[in-house]
């Protein structure tokens, strides 16, 4: 399922040196099929499944070969047999055993093409198969030719007879993303036996004008070990924007290389079968008409299929942009497959199968009732990928037209359509999202070179074209120099470009309810300088870039000391780096770090390996620093930022601490999950008041500012904005540790405040204002974006015990995704051990 993205969850860690927790989760919207339990994803963390028989992971990409046609016949690597894998009680394939049924079904069949399209945290193959009739290379090439003109030439590919009677229209299909929704999978299995075997001319025609894509399960791990989550505990589903995981990387590498005309991401388990589109709010930069139109047809015809196949309990399937209220299952965020999918030119489905195998169904539903339903889900997958190959079949024209036009108008900078009421049943004004797309943006160096390539690099990853500067050039009213990046708005995938670049909207008054997060913007959050040009023309000689330049130097004399700003996360790896390493550096009053002149060397690998950006530095070389070492009762998401970053991070939570904890290489304690003090047990509480007379402390949302206050560190008052408020805020920074160098804007999920602050507490950061996401009060007019106004979202101090503390009431972590934000956490900790 795609499952409501509530702030807190249930966390269960398996592993006996991981916290255990329980925290209070809000209740998912009424009639959307979730249990609870399931749903809550923010904060839950995979059991690390040990992979017996995983061959460590192969590297390097499979990208396609020009000069080969199709079938492509991989020999796959065979995984020995695991009797645990959670499929097997299903009734289901287990992962194990798709290597030897793909080896077999490329052996006898030439419609059957299998690559590995990457390797999942475990190191577990991801398999791509190809369902098409055969190619030669030239014929092959011919298609990649088309493909690149529909994309990159759409007026030319528009005129092109041959491209429209000979373009194989690509579909594609995404199955099992979440690994306890098994039956994508096994349904995608039986279309491919089938189409591999079948002799029905029909079938065969298809495969001669279609190319169909089957990403056989995009979470492995999760398959194997029955969890939601990828082994590092991050939902797939959640990943599209940032690409934090790599079976998002590889999704992502699939879609972009495939360009699919239409695409289906199997789920399960919710309602009676659910079929997409979207509830409103729409994404305000899609081409609207050119989706809803497909879109709602075949989602008709998918209906139908369900409903054909007889089983009672797929009768009645949802449609939710027909059936739900507003926001109850919105196309928003860019963060979906789906949703992420349109921005490549697919008309694309978020399915869910019905019966519910997964949770507490898994353990307490007899096996033979969990094989009838998984039999039941299997048909369901099966026919939604049957009919949704005929309809692309039926409508191969109408479809290729579409992708054409979409890319069309972004390389012509057109403005969206403006649809009327109507356009298809049901479109009314709750559906009318728009956005204005400015000329270009411009990336500089100005804040962080280091930050400007990383979002480059991020654009260029998700086929956004950024053109770098040769030259100086004059645009906007202002000079850049040369080397500075260019997006030109005039482009085919603008609108992924956009969803990404603009800050987004404040849709709060829109609609009562967002089913995920409503605001995300990378111009804001990622840490770089952004120019937004409006208009004009954009005439910058350059070249296109597939990879932002590096950026890593060390400007200084022979001799001199070297000082490094901590601006941003990769700040702190380099400075983490230098310390694993042994080495002293000093911290400055003002956050920055001093590398003595006699380390230069070791300086000038981590400025190259990370890309940042030392300067001379004369006199004081402030406080000793040495390597900190975290006790973290955090979530996934913060531990794989806060290790990304370099930190050692010790995972405890409050039982680890009750069996007794060796707090004696521990430098700062970072509470935001998983550790409540009122459950310490004596001797926890004894031992942790020895460590709070000489470490520090860094605390996040409510669980951390719960354990501020049961501590007894700082003298603030948490107020709690409502659960499910989120999105980009404005920021007022403080002069303190924390908020100095900290970005105008920051993120919230389920935000908070401090108030009644005592003496000696310090404001770091104020709330200013929302400006994307979504932030109403409660029904009781509490916790809404005006109560938050002005107050103080970050504070810093020193508590009586002599401990430094730092409370964060925003995300500063949120998903691996706000990364110009890490540098707040990195600093909290550096300040809270000096
Ligand atoms: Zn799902």
Do not use: C
Not at 141 to 151: F, G, L, N, S, V
């Amino acid at each position: 399922m795609r499952s409501r993205a509530v702030l807190l969850a249930i966390l269960v860690l398996l592993s006996p040196t991981l916290p255990v927790t329980v925290n209070a989760a809000p209740a998912p919207p009424v009639g959307r099929g979730e249990e609870p339990g399931n749903g809550p994803e923010r904060n839950e963390v995979a059991a690390l499944d040990p992979a017996p028989g995983v061959a460590a992971a192969a590297t390097g990409e499979n990208r396609v070969e020009a000069a080969q046609g199709y079938p492509r016949r991989t020999e796959l690597r065979v995984y020995p047999e695991n009797p645990a894998d959670k499929s097997i009680k299903l009734g289901l394939a287990p992962y194990h055993s798709l290597a030897p049924r793909l080896n077999a079904l490329q052996q006898r069949s030439n419609r059957v093409s299998v690559e590995i399209a990457g390797q999942t945290g475990l190191g577990r193959d991801l398999y791509l198969v190809t369902l098409t009739a055969p190619e030669s290379p030239a014929e092959t090439r011919r298609q990649e030719a088309w493909r690149d003109k529909i994309e990159n030439d759409p007026r030319a590919a528009a005129r092109d007879g041959l491209l429209r009677i000979g373009y194989k229209t690509p579909v594609w299909v995404n199955a099992n993303i979440h690994g306890n929704e098994w039956e994508g999978t096994d349904g995608a299995l039986r279309v491919i036996d089938y189409f591999a075997t079948t002799q029905d001319r029909e079938a065969l025609t298809l495969l001669r004008n279609n190319r169909v894509y089957l990403n056989l399960t995009a979470n492995p791990d999760g398959r194997v070990a029955g969890t939601r989550q990828n082994s590092a505990g991050f939902d797939l589903n959640r990943d599209f924007a940032t690409g934090s995981q790599p079976e998002a990387r590889a999704m992502r590498e699939m879609v972009r290389r495939t360009q699919p005309m239409m695409m289906l991401d199997e789920h399960g388990y919710v309602a009676n079968t659910l079929i997409e589109p979207t509830t409103p709010p729409h994404g305000q930069n899609y081409d609207f008409d050119l989706y809803i139109k497909h879109g709602y047809a075949n989602g008709l015809l998918l209906e139908k299929a369900v409903q054909a196949l007889g089983h009672p309990e797929a009768a009645k399937p949802e449609i939710p942009f027909r059936d739900y209220p507003v926001g109850e299952w919105d196309g928003w965020p860019p963060i979906f497959t789906a949703q992420y999918a349109m921005y490549h030119g697919a008309v694309s489905y978020t399915i869910e199968i019905p019966m519910r195998v997964n949770g507490t169904d898994y353990d307490t539903q007899p096996v033979e009732e969990l094989r009838r339903r998984s039999d039941i889900n299997t048909d369901v997958v099966e026919a939604t990928i049957r009919t949704t190959i005929d309809y692309v079949h039926d409508n191969r024209r109408d479809l290729i037209a579409n992708q054409i036009e979409m890319f069309r108008r972004g390389a012509a900078g057109e403005a969206q359509r403006v649809l009327p009421d109507g356009f298809v049943p049901g479109f009314g004004p709750e559906d009318r999202y728009t956005t204005e797309f400015p000329r270009a943006y411009v990336i500089t160096n100005d804040r962080s070179a280091t930050a400007a390539a990383r979002l480059v690099d991020h654009l260029v990853a998700n086929d956004v074209r950024v053109r770098r500067a040769d030259r100086p050039f004059r645009l906007g009213g202002r000079e850049y120099p040369a080397g500075s990046y260019l997006v030109d708005m005039h482009q085919a995938k603008r609108a992924l470009a956009n969803v990404m670049l603009e800050a987004g909207a404040d849709v709060s008054a829109r609609v009562p309810v967002m089913y995920d997060i409503a605001g995300w913007s990378h111009r804001l959050l990622w840490g770089a300088s952004v120019d937004i040009v409006r208009g004009g023309q954009v005439d910058v000689r350059g070249h296109d870039v597939t990879a932002a330049a590096p950026t890593g130097s060390v400007q200084a004399a022979p001799g001199q000391d070297l000082v490094l700003a901590v601006a941003d996360g990769k700040d702190a790896s380099a400075v983490n780096d230098l310390l694993g390493r042994g080495l002293e550096l000093g911290r400055l009053g003002d956050g920055r770090v001093v590398v003595p002149a006699a380390n230069r060397s070791a300086a000038v690998e981590v400025a190259d390996r990370y890309g940042v950006r030392f300067t001379g530095h004369a006199g004081d070389r402030g406080a000793p620093l040495q390597r900190r070492t975290i006790a973290g009762a955090v979530a996934a998401d913060e531990l794989k930022a806060l290790r990304d970053m370099g930190f050692e991070v010790r995972p405890v939570s409050t039982a680890v601490l009750n069996a007794g904890f060796d707090w004696s290489r521990i430098d700062v304690l970072l509470v935001s999950s998983g550790l409540r003090y009122a459950d310490l047990n004596p001797a926890a509480r004894t031992a942790l008041g020895a460590y709070l007379a000489r470490g520090g402390v860094v605390t996040r949302g409510a669980t951390g500012a719960r354990f501020n206050t049961e501590a007894g560190l700082l003298a603030a008052r948490p107020v709690a904005g409502r659960e499910d408020a989120n999105g980009v805020i404005s920021v007022e920074n403080g002069t303190g540790p924390i908020g100095a160098s900290a970005l105008p804007h920051s993120f919230v999920y389920a935000p908070h405040w401090f108030t009644d602050l005592g003496a000696g507490v310090t404001v770091e950061q104020r709330y200013s204002g929302l400006v994307a996401g979504h932030w109403v009060a409660r029904a009781d007019g509490t916790g809404g974006q005006q109560d938050a106004k002005g107050q103080a979202s970050v504070v810093s101090g020193t508590s009586a015990q002599g401990a430094r503390v730092v409370l964060f009431g925003t995300e500063p972590l949120f998903r691996d995704h706000p990364k110009g934000l890490y540098a707040q956490v990195a600093q909290a900790v550096y300040w809270t051990s000096t």
